[in-house]
């Protein structure tokens, strides 16, 4: 599948019309709805693919593991695990109040190099947050991987942090599909 068939693919199931607010706080006359497409087998797959593809090639350098934000990143994070062989963690919105009470499931080492999967990123302020919680916990994250930019300051937003981001597609790139 190339890139403008999967575009139109992500268009047709994850594309609605309307008056929306996003995590951000900002109203949109558009919603990417990234459980339409994360649900689905087949692209769940081919993003699996491509996301571990992009990440075992960000910066130049591989990552020891992939990590996924709790919920929308978690599903990515596993399907390009499997794709690329890479060990995932599953990084919570906040710490569990109970049993380990840990904000990162999984195991990793201090000193690993971690590549951030996300949905779609916007401001980037979830991005952020699971990236200071990777670091808090000793971890090295300089890349993340989206499946979609909206381009509405995202990816400056994580540079800001020391992170580039790596968008498999731009936003008018699938609204233009």
Not at 79 to 101: Q, W
Not at 121 to 126: L, Y
Request: proline share 3%.
């Amino acid at each position: 599948m190339n890139d403008n068939e999967l575009a139109k693919l992500l268009r047709t199931h994850a594309y609605l019309e309307g008056d929306f607010v996003l995590r951000s706080g900002r109203r949109s006359r558009y919603y990417l709805d990234k459980y339409r497409f994360e649900t689905e087998p087949a692209l769940l797959r081919e993003l699996g693919d491509r996301i571990a593809a992009r990440a075992l090639d960000a910066n130049g350098e591989r990552p020891d593991r992939l990590a996924g934000p709790e919920l929308g990143g978690v599903a990515l994070a596993a399907a390009a695990s499997l794709a690329s062989g890479l060990p995932f963690l599953i990084v919570r919105k906040e710490a569990k109040e109970y049993g380990t009470e840990k904000r990162l499931e999984g195991g990793f080492a201090a000193g690993e190099r971690v590549c951030l999967v996300e949905d779609v990123i916007t401001t980037g302020g979830a991005a952020v947050s699971a990236v200071k919680a990777l670091r808090e916990a000793g971890l090295e994250c300089r890349s993340a991987v989206c499946v979609v930019d909206r381009e509405e300051g995202g990816a400056d937003e994580l540079a800001r942090h020391g992170v580039r981001l790596f968008p498999l597609f731009r936003a008018s790139d699938v609204l233009e599909a």
